[in-house]
């Protein structure tokens, strides 16, 4: 294994860094203050301003893995995996870069399965960041972590397919620029292979019948401008034109959708502990308390040196993961993926939690960026899959694949 940054990758984390030093954390607190102004869901000005900057230095689309030919800048994940742990340090940033999700899963999604014609209308738009996109999977009443049981029907009626269902947590679909949805529902419920029932289906937000019912709070953040919602489909019709790969391929797509994903996710998790690991530093040399800096304690100490070490040990975990994707595909590096995705959230959690308390009630407010830090570690905890779900097939595969070799 060699983790070693290319000529390509050095200059853009420095390109990255620089421009995260000059302009993002700059304009973290005018970030906010425009969000809280007018209309929640419009993008703040500020955030297209800074679309405009990265696009003129060429820090735009790089999450899109090189083997997407005309659409990519020519980056594996591997290469992409260090970038997009800086974007992550500060969680709107990666929308300036048109790196955030849930967009760029959706243009991987349209890249690899869409039609030309689909790509025209939608793909181009989204690599232009002039809409934004949803994906909509998960149901309220119902265990979504097991994507076999969505139950949103689709129906064909001649050229269209008629839609119903209820969906929620939906990011992204609140925001005012969000003009299309991937949604995941079954077209052949009574198909006895499970995973041919379900199908993804391209639905213009402004169609008749989608209600965006409310944003739904993640620890009482509406997440605003992105948001995330609950939505009813009320016999919504799109043309079968729409259909994405074919009917009964969606369960196929949401399997090749998830995998870079969770490497983005748990990289710009990291790129979260990184920033509170290096606070941590910042306040335990300058913060007095029993006549010492902080550092000057055995405990303070200790929490240091466990988080340089958990987030080192999720990096190059991640970085693992990331580089078998790129020579054996996504189910080559499924357990390495797995893994990533149950180390890196908790480990956010933890280093994040540390920060916090050695920042006091300080680290509860919003004057630092903890708290929402750690919000979002522990959201990931069940975004692609809750831990349960990844530790389960893990442990499943763990067991399986000893007894193969042992039988060999």
């Known amino acids: 294994m060699n983790f070693e940054f290319t000529p390509e990758v050095q200059a853009l984390r420095q390109k990255l860094l620089q421009f995260m030093d000059e302009h993002i954390y700059p304009n973290e607190a005018l970030w906010q203050e425009q969000v809280d102004q007018g209309d929640r869901w419009e993008p703040p000005a500020i ?3 800074l679309k405009q900057k990265a696009k003129a230095q060429g820090l735009w689309n790089l999450f899109l893995h090189k083997s997407y030919g005309e659409f990519s800048p020519g980056l594996s994940n591997l290469e992409y995996a260090p970038l997009s742990e800086i974007m992550g340090r500060v969680y709107w940033a990666s929308e300036v870069f048109n790196c955030n999700a849930p967009d760029t899963g959706n243009m991987e999604v349209l890249a690899k399965y869409g039609t030309p014609a689909q790509q025209d209308k939608w793909l181009k738009p989204l690599l232009n960041g002039e809409i934004r996109s949803a994906f909509a999977m998960t149901e309220p009443d119902l265990a979504s972590s097991d994507a076999t049981n969505v139950a949103t029907s689709m129906v064909r009626d001649g050229d269209e ?6 969906k929620w947590y939906i990011s992204g679909a609140c925001n005012n620029h969000c003009k299309i949805y991937i949604v995941m529902g079954k077209t052949s419920p009574d198909n006895p292979d499970k995973y041919r029932q ?4 391209l639905v213009p937000a402004n169609t008749p019948g989608v209600k965006v019912v409310r944003p739904v709070n993640v620890f009482s953040y509406d997440d605003a401008p992105e948001g995330h919602a609950e939505i009813i489909f009320d016999n919504v019709r799109v043309p079968v034109e729409n259909m994405l790969l074919g009917e009964g391929r969606g ?3 949401a399997q090749g959708r998830l995998g870079p994903g969770r490497i983005h ?4 998790t990291i790129g979260l502990a990184q920033r509170a690991l290096e606070h941590m530093c910042e306040r335990a040399e300058t913060r007095i308390a029993f006549g010492r800096p902080l550092s000057k304690q055995q405990s303070v100490r200790e929490d240091l040196a466990w988080s340089a070490c958990e987030i080192e040990q999720a990096r190059l975990l991640t970085l693992k993961a990331a580089q078998k994707m790129d020579i054996g595909g996504n189910k080559a590096a499924k357990d390495l993926i797995a893994m990533i995705k149950i180390v890196a959230p908790n480990m956010g959690c933890k280093v994040i939690d540390r920060a916090i308390q050695l920042f006091g009630a300080a680290g509860l407010s919003q004057d630092f960026f903890l708290a929402r830090a750690y919000t979002l570690a522990r959201a990931i905890r069940l975004a ?5 779900v990844h530790m389960m097939q893990l442990g499943r595969n763990l067991a399986r694949d000893w007894m193969q070799q042992k039988n060999q």
Request: with cysteine; glycine share 8%; hydrophobic share 30%.
């Open 198 to 201: 379900q199908s993804m289906i």
């Open 47 to 49: 955030l297209e301003e």
């Open 161 to 166: 397919y008629v839609i119903n269902g209820r």
């Open 265 to 268: 996710h748990c990289m710009r």
């Open 251 to 253: 369960f196929e797509i």
């Open 384 to 388: 692609d899959g809750p831990d349960q």
